[in-house]
């Protein structure tokens, strides 16, 4: 069973209700989440997962600064998280709210660590990962589940 580990940042409560969806379709693919606030995430969380989903509200179209900080901290694990897999997930308040670029900067740091990047496993146009504007409405909260669920099955694959 492949061991997931859906890490996010939310001052308003929507990335937090996209983070509960990304952990409910890897669950619903057979998979371990541990579903945690990136304040409460330790560098040996990343390490003990398969798969790692980190999700971001959108702030001047990068990363959240509690998200960078646990990236910083991932530093202490630099070399051991290579092939695991990947994907990140954000939530703006404008479709012009830089979500793209937010995605990037999360899949940045995880390709420097070595990992596996999945995209957008839907053709929402997403490409990068999951998005959301401003609530999660149903088709934001659907990419959101497809997203866990093929991180779950990309580790089950790649990493077991």
């Not at 409910?24 to 560098?43: F, I, T």
């Not at 995209?119 to 866990?148: F, V």
Request: overall charge neutral.
């Amino acid at each position: 069973m492949a061991r997931i580990l859906v890490a996010y940042y939310s001052r308003t409560g929507n990335t937090e209700k996209m983070a509960r969806a990304v952990a409910e379709g890897a669950k619903d693919a057979g998979a371990d989440v541990d579903l945690k606030r990136v304040e409460d995430v330790e560098p040996d969380d990343l390490k003990s997962a398969d798969g790692i989903v980190i999700g971001s509200p959108t702030y001047y179209g990068l990363m959240s600064a509690e998200v960078k900080q646990l990236f910083d901290r991932s530093a202490k694990v630099r070399g051991k998280l290579e092939n695991k897999i990947g994907a990140a997930f954000t939530s703006s308040a404008s479709i012009e709210g830089g979500n793209q670029t937010t995605l990037l900067s999360i899949i940045q740091a995880m390709m420097i660590h070595g990992m596996v990047v999945a995209g957008d496993p839907m053709e929402t146009g997403g490409h990068y990962g999951a998005i959301a504007i401003g609530s999660p409405d149903d088709n934001s909260l659907r990419t959101c589940r497809k997203l866990g669920e093929r991180v779950a099955m990309l580790a089950e694959k790649i990493c077991r």
